[in-house]
């Protein structure tokens, strides 16, 4: 039996690819405009075609240099995670910078997208982003997109899912847009559910028929065995690294408010990120791994230190082997803004078997 084929694009160091890959798809192509992505990528997938670019340079011309001449059925199915900033939560506070298609680069990509969707018209497509996407002010972005993959032909399904109802440990949302020729796609149900004292913070299905979310605790206790000198040279909450050591696991700043009922509040209640001081409980999924590795917006491990690239592969549910090019930094930004792969081949698994 012919194995079906995968285009990919924002491929990133491959969390989507290495999902379809272990799904049973063939990956035919791949791009990405970062270096040090694409080195990575190489050094996972060795032979598999790779364009290092922008997607605005992914048209005809080029894909028939990696494809062939035919380009109408090159591929069975399209992937990617178009860049994510201007659907994130963050453009909530950075005030001074456009958010979804008003940001040059959220049409560039979403745009590129839909330019090689209907380029190739693959049998079906899937489109992963963050939960902004689905947005009330976000949403003209997916409207965008359902639309223009509707005129193609494509019945169009989408969901915000959380990575932790499928056996990843970490709690992660994401929108999923899948797209089908032949039939609408039917999400495949969560594998995990919450458990009952994971905290009011946290979302995600609820079944008492279910495995409880896989948790930080169960997949780093092997790993933290070993001081290293990395944990050094970037010190954990800086100049508040007194204060995290005091901060609960699975806590973050707004311990020290006097909303949180503190004797001696250090911050105004929702005055920072979410993300500042925020700290790993062991007994829960991690909370969302970021793309920017800093000594003040976690999480950061339980023993109050910033996480290891090998614990981060981890909670991302990539192999410990999984090549990283580049400094530490940049191989965590390859990291945070990759799809885990157990979750990117739990969706793979149900859309071939649909297709």
């Known amino acids: ?6 285009l990919s694009l ?5 969390g989507l690819d290495l999902g379809m890959k272990r799904a049973g798809f063939d990956l035919v192509f791949a791009t990405d405009l970062d270096e040090r992505c694409a080195e990575s990528h190489q050094q996972n997938f060795e032979g ?11 048209d005809e011309a080029l894909l028939r240099r990696f494809l062939g001449r035919k380009l109408r059925g090159a591929a069975d199915l399209l992937v990617g995670g178009p860049p994510c900033p201007p659907f994130s939560k ?12 008003k940001d040059p680069v959220g049409w560039e990509t979403f745009g590129g997208y839909l330019r090689v969707l209907g380029i190739v018209r693959p049998k079906a497509f899937l489109l992963e982003n963050v939960a902004g996407l689905a947005y009330g002010v976000h949403h003209e972005a997916l409207d965008l997109l359902l639309r223009e993959a509707g005129r193609l032909g494509y019945k169009c399904s989408w969901k915000v899912l959380n990575t932790a109802d499928y056996g990843v440990p970490q709690i992660r949302e994401r929108c999923i847009v899948i797209g089908m020729r032949s039939r ?10 919450r458990p009952r004292a994971s905290g009011s913070r946290t979302s995600g299905t609820r079944s008492a028929s279910l495995p409880a979310w896989r948790t930080a605790g169960e997949v780093l206790a092997k790993l933290d065995t070993k001081k290293n000198a990395s944990d050094e040279r970037h010190f954990a909450g800086g100049q508040f690294h007194n204060l995290l050591c005091q901060i609960p696991p699975g806590d973050n700043y707004l311990y020290f408010t006097k909303e949180r009922g503190h004797a001696s509040p250090k911050f105004r209640w929702r005055s920072r990120y979410w993300s500042f001081l925020l700290k790993l409980s062991p007994d829960l999924p991690s909370w969302t791994i970021q793309a ?4 003040n917006m976690g999480p950061f491990h339980w023993r109050n230190r910033i996480l290891r690239i090998a614990e981060v592969k981890r909670l991302q549910t990539f192999p410990d082997t999984w090549a990283l090019t580049g400094t530490v930094e940049q191989q965590w930004r390859q990291v945070g803004n990759a799809v885990p792969p157990d ?9 071939r078997k649909q297709l």
């Open 292 to 295: 920017r590795r800093s000594n």
């Open 343 to 351: 979750f990117a081949e739990y969706l793979a698994r149900a859309l």
């Open 1 to 6: 039996m012919t194995r079906p084929r995968c």
């Open 184 to 193: 609408s796609f039917v999400f495949p149900p969560p594998t995990h559910a």
């Open 48 to 58: 598999v075609p790779f364009f290092q670019g922008s997607i605005t340079e992914v």
């Open 90 to 101: 963050s453009r909530f506070y950075r005030k001074e910078k456009p958010r979804a298609l």
């Open 10 to 14: 924002f491929s990133g160091c491959g």
